[in-house]
T-cell receptor, first 113, second 113 residues
Framework: DQQVKQNSPSLSVQEGRISILNCDYTNSMFDYFLWYKKYPAEGPTFLIS?????DKNEDGRFTVFLNKSAKHLSLHIVPSQPGDSAVYFCAASALTNNNDMRFGAGTRLTVKP | ETGVTQSPTHLIKTRGQQVTLRCSSQ?????VSWYQQALGQGPQFIFQYYREEENGRGNFPPRFSGLQFPNYSSELNVNALELDDSALYLC????????????FGQGTRLTVV
C-alpha cells in the first residue's frame, strides 16, 4: 500500500541549477508533509516541512510546494550544490494519526560540479 | 549532531534466531518511533512508543515487539527471524509524538542468513 510515491528514483543536475524533486500521495487524510535527506551510512536528516494549510514553505535554498487538489508536493533546491547530493525522502502524516509517518521510496539526487 | 544513537551498527543473525536492537533518544525527547528500511525502499513505520507505552503500530507481525524505558531509550525485538527481515532498522526520537522535530539515528543494518 504505497500511499506516498516518488516516481523518479534518480535525478542529476548541474551545480548552480535548480533541482526539483517530486512526490505524490493518495491519502487525503495526510495533512503534514516532510522532506528528509539521507547520506550513506547516516540516518535521514529533517530538511523542511509544510502543513496542509499552506501551499509554500521556504527555508534558504529549499522551498517546498504543496498542491492539495493534485495531491502533489515538490522540493526545489536553488542553487544546487555538490553537497546536496544525497537521497531525498518525502514523508506524510495525518495529525489525527500522527504516530504513523509514511515515506516514499526516495530520489537519489546527484549534483555535478 | 542528532543525539540519537543506535546499537549495534551491524548485525548478522541466522534465520529463526531472535534479535534486540537498541536506541537512545535525544535529550528532552519522550517519543521513539521505529522504522524498517529495505533496500531501495523508504522507511516503513513499525511502531511508536510514547512515555513507555506503545502509541501506534504499522503493518508488522507480533514477532516485532518493543519496549521503552523510563529514560525514554527503546528496544526493538524481533523473534523467529526470517530472511526478509534483512534491512536497515532506524529509530527516530521526537518530543510529544510530533514528527516535526523527529531526529533519526544512523540505523542498525541487520542481515539474516
Amino acid at each position: 500500500d504505497q500511499q506516498v510515491k516518488q516516481n523518479s528514483p534518480s535525478l542529476s543536475v548541474q551545480e548552480g541549477r535548480i533541482s526539483i524533486l517530486n512526490c505524490d500521495y493518495t491519502n487525503s487524510m495526510f495533512d503534514y508533509f516532510l522532506w528528509y535527506k539521507k547520506y550513506p551510512a547516516e540516518g535521514p536528516t529533517f530538511l523542511i516541512s509544510i502543513s496542509s494549510i499552506k501551499d509554500k514553505n521556504e527555508d534558504g535554498r529549499f522551498t517546498v510546494f504543496l498542491n492539495k487538489s493534485a495531491k502533489h508536493l515538490s522540493l526545489h533546491i536553488v542553487p544546487s550544490q555538490p553537497g546536496d547530493s544525497a537521497v531525498y525522502f518525502c514523508a506524510a502524516s495525518a495529525l489525527t494519526n500522527n504516530n504513523d509517518m509514511r515515506f516514499g521510496a526516495g530520489t537519489r539526487l546527484t549534483v555535478k560540479p | 549532531e542528532t543525539g540519537v544513537t543506535q546499537s549495534p551498527t551491524h548485525l548478522i543473525k541466522t534465520r529463526g534466531q531472535q534479535v534486540t536492537l537498541r536506541c537512545s533518544s535525544q535529550s528532552g525527547h519522550n517519543t521513539v518511533s521505529w522504522y524498517q528500511q529495505a533496500l531501495g525502499q523508504g522507511p516503513q513505520f513499525i511502531f511508536q512508543y510514547y512515555r513507555e507505552e506503545e502509541n501506534g503500530r504499522g503493518n508488522f507481525p507480533p514477532r516485532f515487539s518493543g519496549l521503552q524505558f523510563p529514560n525514554y531509550s527503546s528496544e526493538l525485538n524481533v523473534n523467529a527471524l526470517e530472511l526478509d527481515d534483512s534491512a536497515l532498522y532506524l529509530c527516530a526520537s521526537s518530543k510529544d509524538r510530533a514528527h516535526t522535530e523527529a531526529f533519526f539515528g544512523q540505523g542498525t543494518r541487520l542481515t539474516v542468513v
